[in-house]
Nanobody, 121 residues
């Protein structure tokens, strides 16, 4: 199992910046990737950014955030960060950290408790 502790989030004006962090503990040796999803009211949860733990692995961004958001990782600290710039009102959502473990031939996903980001004047 993996436990995830998120931090960051809050209220920011359009055009502003904010950073989220997510620290994993527990069975971190089995980590395959970590990243962020978000869910806005009345909408389905969507992937925002995913980074593979393995060095040289792919990083994936949603089209809506590419060029504005940057995901990074600190493997030694089992922590992933999401730097969000040029925030827009449509970025308002609850942001969830996800950690995927690779356990032999299968994967297991673990989720953080979520942190609210509100982008508003």
């Amino acid at each position: 199992q993996v436990q995830l502790v998120e931090s960051g989030g809050g209220l920011v004006q359009p055009g502003g910046s904010l950073s989220l962090s997510c620290a994993a503990s527990g069975s971190t040796s089995s980590l395959f990737h970590m990243g962020w999803y978000r869910q806005a009211p009345g909408k389905a949860r969507e992937a925002v950014a995913i980074v593979t733990v393995i060095s040289g692995g792919p990083t994936i961004y949603a089209d809506s955030v590419r060029g504005r958001f940057t995901i990074s990782r600190d493997n030694a600290a089992n922590t992933v960060y999401l730097q969000m710039n040029n925030l827009k009102p449509e970025d308002t959502a609850v942001y969830y950290c996800v950690a995927r473990l690779r356990l032999g031939g299968r994967f297991e996903d673990y989720w953080g408790q979520g942190t609210q980001l509100t982008v508003s004047p």
